[in-house]
């Protein structure tokens, strides 16, 4: 290699460093991140990826040190034993071979006992014990020295003070997360956004930047958590396992995490990362990822650890669901309703595997108050099926050209005066025939949810309606062949296509058939509901709210909307139509009218400990009387009940004031609801 591309590499990795290194210091000590950190990450690993091929590695590199140094605003705290990261892990692939590297190091063909526990996205803490009195509580810092932060961390109400008991060392360091509920963040922010005060970015940030502040009684208001996973020095007793040591700490009433499972092998590992995975959308909490540690210490170790990490240990990383990217332009989308929705159209971003490239931005309240503006870079988040929406924006990366995108004053579609209603946050073209309301209500009518015609997406409902061949889902069935033929995009095949998807619809299912007409407020499954409980169509005509009211989970609202549809005599002319043109509607889904609201309707319970019944038997119970039964605590359960040998989940609701109840106690609440 010639001199020139030495320097050149040289170069880039100085660069490399300085970059990330500044990253690091906005997340760790401001705890205000300007890059997500799917893009902290690929900057990471490029660089390791150049020290690792060149053997150039600068001492401030990111890839020598775990966290940065704490601020000088805090007392300091030397770890006795250093606090470190997690080697990540991607994929399935990648946890084998840490498998392996674990079985190599240590030596043994057989199967290692792991335990599996998820991810907390939180701030590591250090809490250190003399002779059962909690004495000082730290943070992580840059792993050896961390900030003094015992008064604060002494305002989370689930942090025991003292742990009693025969079994209590002289002294422990206790490690684990504190973190915040996803709720209680949204409900920070949209405080803080009233308040004109910066928002922050995600759950992890804002729990560290509850702690790392001097003021306790901010610690104190924001509801803080703690999930115990971890010991540095113990004296005056011993652990042998992990698994061992969550039980001694839950016993000592420490809050642990929601799951921990002890298994053998790494095969037994995936299963238990894929059940997280599948659970952690309940949780309340972020979870990013699942934590693989070797279950016997002795052979922790044994392996020993790196710079940064331990080798006993590893976290395997589930797809992020947020992201940082930039707001291209911001456009007016009408809808079916009328009503005008600004969508964000943006750089387009790999958010969990997909790409995402537009967002709701959902009002212009909404606008105003994050202060979004054309040219933006914002922290998009994409949770599960939910469309795309910015959480906030960075502000820091503003150059002074982003615009503020007004309110629009005609609909950008048909020239209509838009309206804004009396204590409504929508705008709304009132437009009668406004195309894009009716070339909406045509395309949701084709939707695949509602009578899934295939071939009548938005660019042919589009051609059609300029040709005048549509104006009203009803004359989707008037359409002939011969109409299609000759038009863009139309041969013989295609016109016959369409032709049999509009014929094939004809035989819907009463659901499907009240989706599709687009009743205000009216979803899927409020039309699934109505369905199990109105056997033909012809019964809705003239209905009373009153009746549609009765409907488990139908509220106020829906009742209401669906009764002046189906007493609307225009309306059930169209229907009348239908009919005639051929529309056939069975309903499987009816179930009679015994779908009427239960007596635990509205209430969310969750279950802990061992109950007189399987838990099963119990969860069904609660369901067929109109209850939610839900897997994990959180500020929407209502009764948690409580059996023998309870778990962390009886802590948890102590701490946010969830009433718990025994089996006995479930029983009565049910007798007199029934009433
Ligand atoms: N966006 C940015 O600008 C930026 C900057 C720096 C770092 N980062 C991100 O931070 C991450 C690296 O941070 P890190 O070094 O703190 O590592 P990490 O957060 O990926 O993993 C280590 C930490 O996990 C925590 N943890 C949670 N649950 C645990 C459990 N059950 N058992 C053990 N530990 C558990 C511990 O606090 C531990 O210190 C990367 O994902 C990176 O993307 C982002
Ligand atoms: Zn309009």
């Known amino acids: 290699m010639t001199k020139r591309m030495t320097e050149d590499i040289k170069k880039e990795i100085e660069r490399l460093v300085k970059e990330l290194n500044y990253h690091c210091y906005r997340y760790y000590v401001m705890d205000s991140p300007v890059i997500s950190d799917e893009e902290y990450d690929r900057l990471y690993f490029k660089l390791k990826e150049l020290e690792g091929k060149y053997g150039i590695v600068l001492p401030d590199s990111p890839t020598q040190r775990v966290g940065a140094p704490p601020l000088d605003k805090f007392e300091k705290v030397r770890h006795k034993e250093p606090m470190l990261s997690l080697d990540n892990a991607f994929s399935y692939d990648e946890l084998m071979e840490f498998d392996k590297r674990v079985r190599r190091l240590i030596g043994t063909q057989n199967e290692i006992e792991y335990t599996v526990e998820p ?20 943070t992580r810092g840059d792993g050896y020295e961390g900030e003094d932060v015992t008064l604060n961390i002494k305002t989370i109400k689930s942090v025991p003070l003292k742990i009693e008991g025969a079994n209590i060392p002289d002294e422990i360091d206790i490690r684990g997360e504190v973190y915040m509920d996803i709720e209680d963040f949204e409900r920070l922010n949209r405080e803080r956004q009233q308040k004109g005060e910066p928002l922050f970015a995600n759950p992890r940030n804002a729990a560290a930047g509850s702690v790392r502040q001097l003021d306790s009684s901010i610690t104190a208001s924001r509801k803080l958590h703690l999930a115990c996973y971890g010991v540095g020095t113990v004296k005056g007793m011993e652990f042998k396992t992990q698994f061992e040591l969550i039980k001694w700490l839950e016993e000592m009433r420490f809050p642990i995490p929601e799951i921990v499972r002890l298994v053998i092998g790494i095969n037994r590992v995936i299963d238990a990362v894929k059940e997280i995975e599948e659970k952690r959308m309940s949780f309340p909490f972020e979870t990013d990822g699942a934590v693989v540690k070797v279950n016997d210490f002795r052979l922790q170790s044994l392996l020993g650890v790196k710079t940064r990490e331990p080798r006993w240990a590893i976290a395997y990383k589930y797809p992020a669901h947020q992201g940082i990217t930039r707001i291209k332009e911001i456009l007016p989308s009408v809808g079916r309703t009328g009503v005008i929705t600004p969508v964000a159209i943006l750089e387009p971003v790999k958010i969990g595997g997909v790409t995402v490239s537009r967002s709701t931005l959902h009002n212009w309240d909404e606008i105003e108050r994050k202060d979004i503006r054309v040219g933006d870079f914002v922290v998009v988040e994409r949770a599960g099926e939910v469309i795309p929406h910015v959480v906030t924006v960075i502000k820091e990366r503003r150059t002074g050209k982003e615009k503020v995108f007004p309110m629009p004053e005609k609909c950008p579609v048909c020239g209509s005066k838009v309206v804004r209603e009396e204590g409504e946050v929508a705008v709304r073209c009132i437009g009668l025939d406004c195309p894009a309301q009716v070339q909406e209500r045509i395309r949701h009518f084709a939707s695949r949810a509602a009578m899934d015609i295939e071939g009548l997406g938005e660019k042919n409902v589009e051609l059609l309606y300029s040709k005048g061949l549509i104006s009203h889902f009803i004359d989707i069935y008037r359409l002939k062949k011969e109409d299609l033929l000759g038009l863009p995009r139309f041969a013989e095949k295609s016109a016959q296509n369409l032709i049999d998807a509009i014929e094939k619809s004809k035989h819907a299912t009463l659901s499907k058939f009240i989706y599709a007409l687009g009743i205000m407020h009216v979803g899927e499954y409020a039309a699934r509901l109505i369905a199990e409980n109105f056997e033909r169509l012809e019964d809705l005509y003239h209905v009373k709210p009153e009746r549609i009211k009765e409907i488990r989970q139908i509220g106020e609202k829906i009742a209401h909307s669906v009764a002046t549809f189906f007493n609307d005599l225009e309306n059930i002319k169209t229907l009348e139509k239908l009919k005639a043109l051929g529309l056939k509607i069975t309903n499987p889904d009816f179930k009679g009218r015994g779908q009427m609201k ?34 994990s605590v959180s500020r929407m359960t209502d009764y948690l009940v409580v059996g023998e040998e309870p778990g962390s989940k009886l802590q948890k609701a102590k701490s946010i004031g969830v009433k718990t109840v025994s089996y006995e106690e479930l029983l009565k609440i049910i007798e007199q609801r029934k009433k």
């Open 119 to 138: 991810k907390y996205d939180g701030l590591a803490i250090e809490l250190t014990y003399k002779n059962g009195l909690l004495y000082k509580a730290s």
């Open 598 to 631: 239960g007596p635990l309707d509205g209430l969310t319970f969750v279950i802990t400990g061992s109950l007189p019944k399987p838990r099963k038997e119990i969860e069904d119970l609660i369901e067929s009387l109109g209850g939610h039964a839900s897997s």
